[in-house]
């Protein structure tokens, strides 16, 4: 079975960790050699990178990455930020049940 690896900014750095699998954090200058040693090991077939680190990669390196690693990257999307909080979410359900605005 192949080995499967997260590689994530800072700011998601224990997400997948405490999943059980295996996340590097990486981003900036260090991605593509992050991207390299990670592909080095012949153990691991599969490669998710947060989309927000794309932006770190020269898109013809990439491409040329995909198409000479015999492993699949695949791009996860950004995490979605709520429009609005969920406490204002809460408000809003509340402010429709009982016909007022409550303020807590």
Do not use: C
């Amino acid at each position: 079975m192949a080995k499967v690896i997260f590689i994530t900014p800072d700011d998601a750095r224990y997400g997948f960790t405490l999943a059980g699998a295996e996340q590097v954090v990486s981003g900036g200058p260090e991605l593509a050699e992050t991207l390299r040693r990670s592909s080095a090991n012949p153990a691991v077939g599969l490669i998710f990178l947060d989309e927000r680190l794309r932006q770190h990669l020269d898109e013809e390196w990439l491409d040329n990455f995909e198409k000479h690693w015999p492993g699949l990257l695949i791009v996860l999307p950004a995490p979605e930020r709520l429009a609005t909080p969920a406490a204002d979410y809460a408000m809003q359900l509340l402010a429709r049940a009982i016909g007022y605005q409550v303020r807590l």
